[in-house]
C-alpha cells in the first residue's frame, strides 16, 4: 500500500520519511505507456515531489517541480499538493536506452544535463521558486543537492523504481532524511550514512514495503502515516478557460481544418471534445 511514514530520530535532530509510491507508479505507467526507463525517470521525481509536498504546511499549499535536461527524456514535470495528491509526465515517455555500465537503468543518460526548478504556491503569498543545475541527472542526488544548496536544509535521500519486464511497477520509494536545525555535523554524518545504506531501496520496498522498514529497521520508533496518490487536477472549467485563452480566430481555425477540437491532458488519460456549438457557447456567440 502506497504511504508515507514520518518521524524525528537522534533526539530531534534528524527527520526521516519512508514513502512507497509503487500504485502511484503503475498510474503513471497506465497513463503515459512508460517504459521501465521513464517510470523510474518519473517515479522517483513523482517520489521526491511527494516528500516535498509532505512538508508543506497549509490545507491549499501546492508546488511543481520541472526537471529540463537535454537527455532525450526531455522534460519531466510533476505537480503535488499538501493532500499528498501528486501528478505528472515525461515529455518522451517512450524512450529506450541501453543499461549503464553497471548493468543498471540509464536514469542519468535520459535526463542530461541541466536544471531543477521548484516553484511552492502557498495561499496569496508570491509562489516561491528554487533552482539549481542538476549534480547527477539519477534524482536523488539531485533533490538531495537541491535542498541542501536552494533550501539550506541538508538531505540524503534514496529512490527506486523497480520494474517487471512486462513494464509492471513492482516496487517503488524513498527514504530521505533531513538535518533539523541545530543539528550537529556528526549527527548528520551518520544519517547520511544510514542512506547510503539503502542502495537497492525498490527491491525493499517490494520485499517488505515501506511499513516493514519503518518496523524492521527503525523498531521501537513510532511513526506517524499518510496516505499518498496519483490525482489528476484536470476539469471541464480549466480547458474551458484554455480554450478562451486560445483566442477565437485559432478556435475557429481549428474547427475548420479538424471538425472539433480534442484537448489531451498531459496528466491523466482524459480528453476534452469541442465541436463548434460548443465553442460557439463557450464564446457567448449565439447560433444564426
Ligand atoms: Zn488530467
Redesign the pocket.
Known sequence: MDAIYKTLLFDGKISLTVIESTQIVNKAIKYHGLTPLTSAALGRAMTASLFMASNLKNKSDRLSVTISGDGPGGQIIVSADSNLSV?GYVENPSVNLPLNEKGKLDVKGLVGKGRITVVRNMGLKEPYSGSCELVSGELAEDFAYYYTVSEQEPTAMALGVLTSAKGKCLGAGGVIMQALPGCDYETAKKAEEIILGYTDISSLIKKIGAKGICELHFAGVEFSERKPRYK????KKYINSMMVALGKEELYDILREQGEIRVE??????TYVYNKDDVDKLLGIING
Open positions: 501528478r489528476c487536477v484536470c476539469s491532458c498531459e496528466y491523466c488519460d482524459k
